[in-house]
Nanobody, 122 residues
Framework: QVQLLESGGGLVQTGGSLRLSCTTS????????VGWFRQAPGKERKFVAA????????NYADSVKGRFTISRDNAKNTVYLQMNSLKPEDTAVYYC???????????????WGQGTQVTVTV
C-alpha cells in the first residue's frame, strides 16, 4: 500500500493551464503504474490518463488527448498531469491512483489519493 497525495488543483479560466502532481508519503511508487481519474459532481469517476511504471507508455481519454500530458519523475517520486487548453467540462475532482497494472479501468488500481479540485470558469 502507498499513500498518495495530489496537489496543484485550483481555479483557472477557460484556455488556461494547470499542472497536477501526485506523490507519496514514505514509500516509493516507482514500480507502480499510475493513473489519473476525475469525477464531476453527480457523475461517475472517469479515466483521464495513465503511465507505466517507467514512463515508456502512456494512454489518454479521448476527451483530453492533445491537451493533457502525463509524465513521471521516479527520482522525485512524482507523477504529473499537465493540463492545457482547459475547458469548463474539465471541472472535477482529480484523483491519482497507483497499481500494478497499467490500465484505464479504476478497478485495476489499489491505491488512491484524496483528490484535488480543478475548476475551470467560462
Amino acid at each position: 500500500q502507498v499513500q498518495l497525495l495530489e496537489s496543484g488543483g485550483g481555479l483557472v479560466q477557460t484556455g488556461g493551464s494547470l499542472r497536477l502532481s501526485c506523490t507519496t508519503s514514505g514509500r516509493t511508487f516507482s514500480s507502480y503504474a499510475v493513473g489519473w481519474f476525475r469525477q464531476a459532481p453527480g457523475k461517475e469517476r472517469k479515466f483521464v490518463a495513465a503511465i507505466t511504471w517507467n514512463g515508456d507508455s502512456t494512454n489518454y481519454a479521448d476527451s483530453v488527448k492533445g491537451r493533457f500530458t502525463i509524465s513521471r519523475d521516479n527520482a522525485k517520486n512524482t507523477v504529473y498531469l499537465q493540463m492545457n487548453s482547459l475547458k469548463p467540462e474539465d471541472t472535477a475532482v482529480y484523483y491519482c491512483a497507483a497499481g500494478g497494472r497499467y490500465a484505464s479501468s479504476a478497478s485495476r488500481y489499489d491505491n488512491w489519493g484524496q483528490g484535488t479540485q480543478v475548476t475551470v470558469t467560462v
